[in-house]
């Protein structure tokens, strides 16, 4: 395909991204909170980027979150456990013009996908990622995962967790993803906009998504979903605005001389001393520490992270090949495999 | 899609639909409830959390009550989100499982 070329892309619908298939969680579970979501932005997104349904891919691994790509009426892979991003990495280096997408979980990216995760993040590959967390593996009913909390009882677990978990977005951010970014599933306004903006996102963009296993891990995140206390429970982020939060925002996340975070009453420090969030810091520890904010002791941070413009994988890859290619015309493939480090093992 | 309240719902209002849906999309009007197709996400919890069985999926809408479909677009930006179940009409029980009750909705 000529890249050049503008295309004339259809007007889409939700409907248009809607599979003959109907979804099958267990009724009640986020998943279908972020289809919905999801769905719904995308036809603003194949506009804004002039991406057509037919180029668009869904690749999951393992586990419920993994069902997604039967759901959307787009090209998908239902590939094998934790190996999402090696699919997405073969795919997006071969056909750039693809708008490919990860879907994952707790499990499939942290578990036994960990590894593929971090390199793929590492390589700015051009490729959306939506981790669903649920802190639990539930396809399998109900044993801890990567993320499941220190003293959780689960079916693995009777006795609760020994494992301390682990937190994707710090460790995202120090693999030097791109664009980083955490929403919640029953905040469909933040999921859409945090969605939208992963897509036009150029470079690995990664958005953890806190999703209510209702059946294995209810209220999980009922602090942060909760309409009445989502607001004194979370900060919201955006780029240029002070880390104020609460629901009369009177509350702020400000660092100490140990530049350790805490929060104080807005009413306490003065307007320069507030913290001014900024997505475009590169390795910056203050975004590292947001990332590492818990609560009850924090505010949970929603929304983006970092978002930094970097050249992609892609990229490299076939400037690297075309300027090869302008350097030395092709040759041919006798000469190669004899060129080099070659020689004979004496008889 | 989406899922839509139907006639059941009017004079009932159990609002045991209210505690499960995970997105908060029920509206509230006088005397019935309905859903935003605009926010409701398919996850079918609240179809089994209906005492009345006044939820259907849009397309299995019983089509004596295809009006319904309409009417929850309609109202739903009209009527207040709903997320606590609120009180019970008092004369709830003399109104469930009557059918007819179309002429009886307030809005
Ligand atoms: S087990 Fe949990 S995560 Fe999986 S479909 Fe059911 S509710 Fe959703
Ligand atoms: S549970 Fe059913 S009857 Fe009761 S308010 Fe909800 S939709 Fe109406
Ligand atoms: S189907 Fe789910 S999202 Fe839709 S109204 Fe029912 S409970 Fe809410």
Known sequence: MNQTEPLNIPTYQKEDFASDQTPRWCPGCGDYSILAQLQRVMPAIAEQTQTPRENMV???GIGCSSRFPYYMNTYGFHSIHGRAPTLALGLQVSRPELMTWVVTGDGDALSIGGNHLMHCLRRNLNVKILLFNNRIYGLTKGQYSPTSEL??????????????PLNPLSIALASQATFVARAVDRDPKLLQDVITQAALHKGSAIVEIYQNCNIFNDG????VSERKSRDDNTLKLQHGEPLVFGRQRD??????????????ATSEISESDLLIHDTSRDNSGLTYALSQLQYPEFPVPVGIFRALKAPTYEERVHQQVNEAKRQKPATALQQLLDSGETWRVAE | MAYVVTEGCINCKQMDCVEVCP????REGPNMLVIDPNECVDCTLCVPACPEKAIFRDGDVPVEQHQFVALNEEMAEVWELID??????????DWSGRVGKFEFLQR
């Open chain 1, 151 to 164: 003293g959780k009882r689960t079916k693995s677990s009777p006795l609760g967790s020994v494992a301390r």
């Open chain 2, 23 to 26: 997105v908060d999309c029920f």
């Open chain 1, 220 to 223: 999980a995140f009922a602090h």
């Open chain 1, 58 to 60: 869904f690749i999951s």
């Open chain 1, 251 to 264: 509350k702020a996340v400000v660092l100490n001389e140990q530049l350790q975070p805490r929060v104080v």
């Open chain 2, 84 to 93: 606590e179940k609120g009180d019970v009409p008092a004369d709830a029980s």
